[in-house]
């Protein structure tokens, strides 16, 4: 079955810095791979999504990139700000009919 | 008003008890999910409902039933409850119409159940 992994449960990054989330995935060629955002007690919030022939997409300061041949979705937020603190999730999506299955999550802790 | 509004937030029930969790929206989406979140274990898919008459299982039915009244309206049930299923459970929909991804979920506030 497909198994989707992101790489750590926390990180913990100073004020200003880049943070890089890394999604991993096996057993599935998605056709696309979404990010999303979780604050704590809230519903996750859809931040980005990425196609299966886009090697790169930004918002702003998020970033994503997307390699099928290494099975492998980063995230970064430049200049990162205490704000951005929260959990990231990110999602196979397989299009279609087929539901998405997420990663666990990285808790992203941006420290003043 | 929120797009996708979940009744109650917060719920305490007793073992065997039957609960009704309900999820409507005005996003006007075909689709509509139910998820439950566990610390460490993510957001695992209960049901989903890509119309009125199409209700599909997820990963974790078993001991859950849902009802899709209207194309706006998705209610979870626990016929019995027990304390393994106390948990964050969040609705979500999609526009299964759109062009392009159909499946960027929005989400619902959540509902965090307790069984004791």
């Known amino acids: 079955s497909q198994k989707i992994e992101q790489n750590s449960e926390a990180l913990n990054i100073q004020e200003g810095k880049t943070a890089t989330l890394t999604c991993n995935y096996t057993?599935?060629?998605?056709?696309?791979l979404q990010w999303y955002r979780q604050d704590p007690g809230r519903g996750p919030v859809f931040l980005l999504l990425?196609?299966?022939?886009?090697k790169e997409k930004r918002k702003e300061r998020l970033k994503v990139t997307f390699d099928t041949t290494l099975k492998q979705s980063l995230f970064h937020i430049t200049a990162s700000q205490p704000a951005d603190s929260a959990t990231y999730l990110c999602?196979?999506?397989?299009?279609?009919?087929?539901?998405?299955?997420f990663g666990k999550g990285t808790r992203l802790s941006v420290i003043a | 008003d929120a797009d996708v509004t979940q009744t109650p937030r917060n719920r305490i029930t007793k073992t065997g008890k039957r609960i009704m969790l309900e999820c409507s929206q005005t996003?006007?989406?075909?689709?509509m999910y139910w998820y439950r979140q566990d610390p460490g274990l993510g957001l695992r898919l209960i049901y989903y409902?890509?119309?009125?008459?199409?209700?599909n299982k997820g990963e974790i039915s078993d001991g859950y039933s849902v009802s899709r009244q209207a194309q706006a309206k998705f209610s979870l049930s626990l016929e019995s409850a027990i304390p393994n299923q106390t948990a964050l459970y969040f609705c979500?929909?999609?526009?299964?119409?759109?062009?392009?991804?159909?499946?960027?979920?929005?989400f619902g506030p959540g509902t965090r159940l307790t069984v004791l």
């Open positions: 409902s890509f119309d009125v008459k199409d209700i």
């Open positions: 979500a929909t999609s526009d299964g119409l759109a062009q392009g991804p159909v499946n960027t979920q929005y």
């Open positions: 996003k006007g989406h075909d689709r």
């Open positions: 057993n599935y060629s998605p056709a696309y």
């Open positions: 990425i196609r299966e022939n886009e």
């Open positions: 999602a196979l999506d397989g299009g279609g009919n087929t539901p998405l299955v």
